[in-house]
């Protein structure tokens, strides 16, 4: 009797030692996301946007030498990161499945690609913070096929890791927040600063008949 | 008898875990407040600062205390108000300066979502809690005979600093700072057991600024 609970003792704090060296590695998750709707003053356009298969399904997957594996797979967020932000910041606003489709009352369609995702661990940087930079690439397109204008759109996340008080899975809980709050980053940029392009600006002066 | 030691430790490491914390506060008041029964104050950390952001728990802590006990008022917390504003107090678009403030409130937009909300107040909390002069050592291994023990003894000073800028949106005035300073020693000693006597400064900060918040902005 004596000997089954010390081998039980052992058995648990050899598990016990092995989650504590386990914890802060690996993350694989699916991003669960919504963003509140953007309270602004839409803009006086008719805008249609297109978000290909790139966009919909994206997954971030790295192996980080010495740190495991990652994987965030971002299915869905990113549209409906641009569609609740393109519904607040256009009078009028539409998805389309192809550019063809766009209606014949519409100013131009806006095309979101993701063009990069970076992590960093605060091992690596030895910070407190899980970190996420997004890269999209943004163009706006007249509905006569021209195109007017690209540009990039840079979004950042951070999670305190002091903010997670369990032991096993910080990673993957702040990665998930991080990547939330990249995404709520990249929702507020659009809202603030679409119409700050100054080719962007140009366009809308020029469809909306302000002189320059 | 074995048995019987060991829950006697245990009950003193349950009971005594505590050490002692010394608190400072500090006001300065730069303009009348109250409140009204159907005015709110939304009480929010302070994120644009990439080394030392406000800890979540310790400004949920605060809200909570604020919204509780003797002189409580209706407190909105960080998440709901960022998301009632969105996008306009996120990391990087948050006002940091009242004139920044005035700016964001005559739009039209977002003074009438802060009117719908009805937010009077709000509370910025910046700070730390930070772990200093630890001394000591603890070693913990698995005897031969499968029983595991700890030896040695462990000690650090927490300290928890923050402080509270309030800013009255109707007035469009920084009405007053607070601070809360706590410093604790916490040690574990162990011989086989750990007893910890935990010093918590963060709960005693938090404590103490929700305690001074709702007196300042009572009056």
Known sequence: ?212 | MMSRSITLITLVALFATTGCVSSTIQQVRQGETGILGDEAVAILGRRHNNRDETRRSFVKCVSERTATGSQAMSVIQDQEFLDALFPWFEPRTAPLQLNELGRLVSRPEVSDRINEIGVRYIVWIEGTTERRDQAGTLQCAVASGGIPACFGFLSWEGAADYEATIWDITKNANVGKLSSEATGVSFVPAVIVPLPFIARVQASACSTLADQIKTFITG
Request: hydrophobic share 40%.
């Open chain 1, 1 to 212: 009797m004596k000997r089954t609970s010390r081998f039980a003792l052992s058995t648990l704090v050899g598990l016990l030692m092995l989650s504590l060296l386990g914890c802060g590695a690996s993350a694989k998750f699916r991003l669960s996301f919504d963003v509140p709707k953007p309270v602004i003053t839409p803009l006086p356009l008719r805008m249609a946007s297109y978000y290909p298969p790139q966009l919909e399904t994206y997954v971030y997957e790295e192996e980080i030498a010495n740190f495991g594996n990652f994987r965030i797979d971002m299915t869905g967020a990113h549209k409906t990161l641009f569609s609740t932000v393109f519904d607040s910041l256009f009078n009028q606003y539409t998805e389309i499945e192809q550019f063809k489709d766009v209606p014949a009352n519409f100013h131009g369609i806006i095309a979101p690609v993701v063009q990069e995702v970076q992590i960093t661990l605060p091992q690596q940087t030895r910070s407190d913070y899980y970190e996420v930079w997004i890269r999209y690439q943004l163009q706006l397109w007249d509905t006569s096929g021209r195109l007017v204008h690209t540009w990039s759109l840079p979004a950042y996340g951070k999670a305190n890791k002091k903010n997670y008080n369990t032991i096993r899975k910080i990673a993957t809980q702040a990665l998930h927040d991080a990547t939330e709050f990249a995404l709520r980053d990249a929702a507020a940029s659009m809202s603030f600063y679409f119409a700050k392009e100054p080719q962007v600006q140009a366009w809308i002066d020029e469809l909306t008949g302000v002189s320059s």
